[in-house]
């Protein structure tokens, strides 16, 4: 459950949108948004499965361009909370042999959440990289955060997340992920 390996687990970024982000506190937007790239970037070079979802994009806008830029995949279109809701999603996950899922996104306590506890109930390990998923309000962000540990989901960093899946020194991507660290 603690273990990640990068061919059985797949990060999903929920919902970091042109209209959303407005929303967010600008300094905790800033970290996200980093790390969520640093996420991305490490998933390309490690060849790890991303997915990318919009929520209701026509209302809430696409995916900020400076996540946009570094995505190989079409973003996921849904109106439900939970990825869960969008059986193209859950189809992907499936087909791909995936056991693991790494969220970041937004917003903790209402997106990220209910996709957790949907990915759980199926079955699926999940792991929250917590710099990685913000709300408007720090309260909601950390009682999501909190909401989700209980539930089975286990709490972690972006950090710990790529180091995890190189997993040493002087194996494929280690030079690469840790300049994405820097």
Not at 41 to 47: P, T
Not at 59 to 64: F, H, Q, S
Request: neutral net charge.
């Amino acid at each position: 459950m603690f273990r990640l390996e990068k061919e059985t687990t797949a990060f999903v970024v929920i919902d970091i949108q042109e209209r959303l982000v407005k929303a967010m506190d600008p300094d905790v937007l800033k970290k996200v948004t980093d790390n969520t790239a640093r996420l991305i970037k490490g998933a390309n070079i490690l060849g790890v499965k991303t997915l990318v979802t919009q929520q209701y994009t026509k209302g809430l806008g696409a995916t900020i361009p400076e996540l946009a830029e570094h995505l190989k995949c079409e973003a996921i279109e849904k109106t439900s909370f939970s990825c869960c809701g969008e059986l193209s999603f859950v189809d992907q996950l499936k087909t791909s042999g995936i056991k693991t899922v790494v969220l970041a996104g937004m917003e903790t306590h209402v997106c990220v959440l209910q996709t957790a506890i949907d990915l759980l109930e199926a079955g699926y390990t999940v792991h929250v990289a917590a710099d990685a998923v913000c709300s408007r309000a720090k309260f909601n962000w950390h009682t999501g955060l909190g909401f989700m540990e209980k539930a089975g989901a286990v709490i972690t960093v972006t950090e710990t997340v790529l180091f995890q899946l190189v997993g040493g020194a002087g194996r494929e991507g280690f030079k690469e992920i840790s300049g994405l660290i820097k």
